[in-house]
């Protein structure tokens, strides 16, 4: 069973929705308002991304929004890149730490 995604054309609301063979051919009424003009619309998907290929396109001089430091792959990513542009090898230890603190074992640790 697919899960396709509908956006009101009454109030722009996104929802998703489990379409059973039978139903595909009518689209939801929307969740929010109760409109029945939704029309299905392109799903969001994830993608995969290696340390190295995050670490070779980080720029430390970027400003950051806050969703950046939301994410915990993003611990430790500007001291790597610094280190990296300075020729500095931090050692399995500063490896090791940084893997606590984006685990959460860290905080863990200190308390």
Do not use: H
Not at 23 to 41: F, I, L, N, Y
Not at 51 to 69: I, K, M, N, V
């Amino acid at each position: 069973m697919p899960i396709y995604e509908y956006e009101c054309g009454r109030c722009g609301a996104l929802q998703s929705q489990v379409v059973i063979g039978s139903e595909r051919a009518s689209a939801p009424a929307c969740a929010r308002c109760g409109s029945r003009k939704t029309r299905r619309v392109m799903s969001t998907f994830a993608t995969v991304e290696s340390e190295a290929s995050r670490l070779a396109r980080f720029d430390p001089a970027q400003a950051r929004g806050e969703s950046f430091y939301k994410d915990s792959r993003n611990v430790g990513l500007w001291a790597k890149k610094r280190a990296q542009q300075m020729g500095v090898d931090l050692g399995p230890k500063f490896e090791a730490t940084v893997e606590k603190a984006r685990s959460g074992k860290l905080i863990k640790d200190m308390l």
